[in-house]
């Protein structure tokens, strides 16, 4: 099912992943409300301006797509961009509730590193950590992941948990997500659905 989408993303690091992402989603494209190539320079608009065309095209959406790059904290949209993204609001007649979440890694020098790391636990047990995620992703971010209210262990013993159930916000990397963007945005804005009984949001940084 196609869902209306979202894209926040630092435009000087991951603008051409934008692109990917957008060529990836296909007919599906048709749904997504947020900048593509051809959308106008706002940055010279003030803050209230700004502020005012991007809430209107989060507004009208119920995934937003986060790009993990780098250098995302030296953004001075993103972060606004998350958290109007969870936000309730009310415009006339319409509600909007809180957007899906998924965060997809984009490669460095053509691999995830900077960003992934695999391990193995005393058990035998393999999984995937995220070693530096203080470093670089806001606090809004790390702080809505392994935060679903009856965490479901994948494994007792390291005590590591389902990522695409157990964390409001999933990682994902590029190359996965453009295999099948499909399965990743309905798995977002099913736990998007079951937001206020199941996670515990935060929705502030």
């Not at 005012?52 to 095209?57: I, K, S, V």
Request: net charge negative; hydrophobic share 35%; glycine share 6%.
């Amino acid at each position: 099912m196609a869902h209306k989408t979202f894209i926040s993303y630092k435009y000087d690091e991951a603008r051409s992943y934008r692109d990917v992402v957008i060529d990836a989603l296909g007919d599906d494209g048709q749904y997504y409300r947020g900048e593509t190539a051809e959308s106008s320079n706002i940055s010279s608009l003030t803050v209230n301006s700004i502020k005012r065309r991007l809430g209107a095209m989060i507004y009208d959406t119920t995934v937003t797509i986060v790009l993990i790059s780098p250098n995302m904290k030296k953004s001075s949209w993103m972060e606004w961009e998350i958290a109007y993204s969870l936000r309730n609001t009310a415009r006339k007649e319409k509600h909007s509730s809180a957007n899906g979440l998924i965060g997809v890694v984009i490669p460095v020098n053509g691999d995830y590193s900077w960003f992934i790391e695999g391990m193995q636990g005393g058990d035998g047990c393999s999984f995937v950590s995220y070693p530096h995620e203080g470093e670089y992703v806001f606090e809004l971010i790390y702080r809505n992941r392994d935060n679903r209210r009856n965490l479901k262990y994948v494994c007792d013993n390291c005590g590591t948990v389902n990522e695409l159930s157990d964390s409001y916000m999933s990682y994902v990397t590029l190359e996965n997500f453009i295999e099948k963007p499909s399965f990743y945005i309905d798995n977002a804005y099913n736990k998007s659905l079951v937001a206020e009984e199941e996670f515990e949001l935060v929705k502030r940084a």
